[in-house]
């Protein structure tokens, strides 16, 4: 028996077959013949999969669902179950305006993410550029580039305000630093060598990786009394440190505290007199001073006996705490007050927070 084969679709509608849970409330129900041949929809050149509803032929008609292919065709399809009536319409004016307007979003975020590459290129090249600028710069000026990298790290290190000059010769680098120690006199005793060392060393190693191929020596130096307190230079692979000046000695202390405190003091009481004492100021230890105040009872035994262990001794005591405690702030103050004899008259101490107390032998 020949069969004739008629394929539908969206625009010519011969014969309708719901397969769908809708087709459960149709008015009336028949047996009938159908054959499946594994029949295959093509919709604009591309194979449609229609899953379970598999078309199939009946009374010499091909049957296919109505939804597959409308949907296949950008239709949209309604079923009206009251009427038993399919519906088949184009899709709404305000669907596709939303769908264009999604496509609109998509395309300015596009647009926003391309602009902040298009940025970072533009931010990329100019630290190229900036880098390369940098580069020559360091081949043509290295005294200006180093002398800007020591103001950028140090200008002010350990609370001291450091000068730098840098002189470069034949591609090698003469390093001078300077200050005026009258201004940072504490500052500069509470540095130890070693903390010293560990400072020009950072320094020398920014140097090695910069100019790897030139010599490197220097000095720091006090502008007030034009001194040259270190000096150092490369030898081999390493940095040779020199101290000239003495990072234990407390000098200047002792001169200031002998100068303020050591005679003059009938301030604090009458009955001083004229009577003088010796100031003498050592490393007690770390962050650490201790002091001998040694009063010369061999010539005014008799000022000494009216004024010890009297309120303005104790002025007189605290005064010298305040002031070595200001020269050397966060240090502990402590020490002993002694006759000609070598006879501790008393003890003294201030702590790095400012208390202090006396003991009267």
């Known amino acids: 028996m020949r069969k004739k084969?008629?394929?539908?679709?969206?625009?010519?509608?011969?014969?309708?077959?719901?397969?769908?849970?809708?087709?459960?409330?149709?008015?009336?129900?028949?047996?009938?013949?159908?054959?499946?041949?594994?029949?295959?929809?093509?919709?604009?050149?591309?194979?449609?999969?229609?899953?379970?509803?598999?078309?199939?032929?009946?009374?010499?008609?091909?049957?296919?669902?109505?939804?597959?292919?409308?949907?296949?065709?950008?239709?949209?399809?309604?079923?009206d179950n009251n009427q038993s009536i399919v519906i088949i319409n184009d899709k709404s004016t305000s669907q596709t305006s939303q769908e264009l307007a999604a496509k609109n979003v998509e395309i300015q975020n596009l647009i926003y993410q391309n602009s902040?590459?298009?940025?970072?290129?533009?931010?990329?090249?100019?630290?190229?550029?900036?880098?390369?600028?940098?580069?020559?710069?360091?081949?043509?000026?290295?005294?200006?580039?180093?002398?800007?990298?020591?103001?950028?790290?140090?200008?002010?290190?350990?609370?001291?305000?450091?000068?730098?000059?840098?002189?470069?010769?034949?591609?090698?680098l003469t390093l001078t630093i300077e200050f005026d120690r009258s201004d940072y006199k504490s500052e500069w005793n509470k540095l130890t060598e070693r903390k010293i060392e560990n400072w020009l060393n950072d320094i020398f190693d920014y140097v090695t990786d910069e100019f790897p191929k030139a010599d490197?020596?220097?000095?720091?130096?006090?502008?007030?009394?034009?001194?040259?307190?270190?000096?150092?230079?490369?030898?081999?692979?390493?940095?040779?440190?020199?101290?000239?000046?003495?990072?234990?000695?407390?000098?200047?202390?002792e001169e200031d505290l002998n100068y303020l405190y050591g005679s003059g003091l009938t301030t604090y009481h009458k009955n001083f007199g004229n009577l003088k004492a010796t100031i003498e100021v050592e490393d007690y230890d770390d962050d650490e001073l201790y002091i001998t105040v040694i009063v010369n009872t061999s010539r005014y035994a008799d000022e000494w006996d009216d004024v010890k262990d009297t309120a303005a001794a104790d002025d007189w005591l605290y005064d010298i705490m305040e002031y070595a405690r200001s020269e050397y702030k966060n240090y502990v103050i402590t020490g002993h007050v002694e006759n000609s004899s070598g006879k501790t008259q008393a003890t003294f101490e201030c702590s790095s927070s400012g208390r202090m107390k006396i003991n009267w032998k």
């Open 116 to 172: 902040l590459l298009q940025n970072k290129i533009l931010e990329l090249n100019k630290t190229i550029d900036e880098l390369k600028t940098a580069k020559e710069d360091k081949k043509e000026n290295p005294d200006d580039y180093l002398e800007d990298y020591l103001y950028d790290e140090y200008s002010k290190w350990n609370g001291i305000k450091f000068k730098y000059k840098v002189k470069e010769s034949k591609g090698d």
């Open 5 to 79: 084969f008629v394929i539908l679709t969206a625009v010519s509608v011969v014969a309708v077959l719901l397969i769908s849970s809708i087709a459960l409330g149709a008015t009336g129900a028949k047996d009938i013949k159908a054959y499946y041949r594994n029949i295959k929809i093509k919709v604009n050149g591309k194979i449609i999969d229609a899953g379970q509803m598999e078309p199939f032929i009946y009374n010499n008609s091909t049957y296919v669902p109505i939804r597959l292919i409308s949907e296949a065709l950008d239709k949209v399809v309604e079923w």
């Open 216 to 253: 490197f020596e220097g000095t720091i130096k006090d502008t007030d009394k034009k001194e040259t307190l270190v000096a150092f230079e490369k030898s081999g692979s390493k940095l040779k440190v020199k101290f000239y000046d003495d990072k234990n000695s407390y000098s200047d202390l």
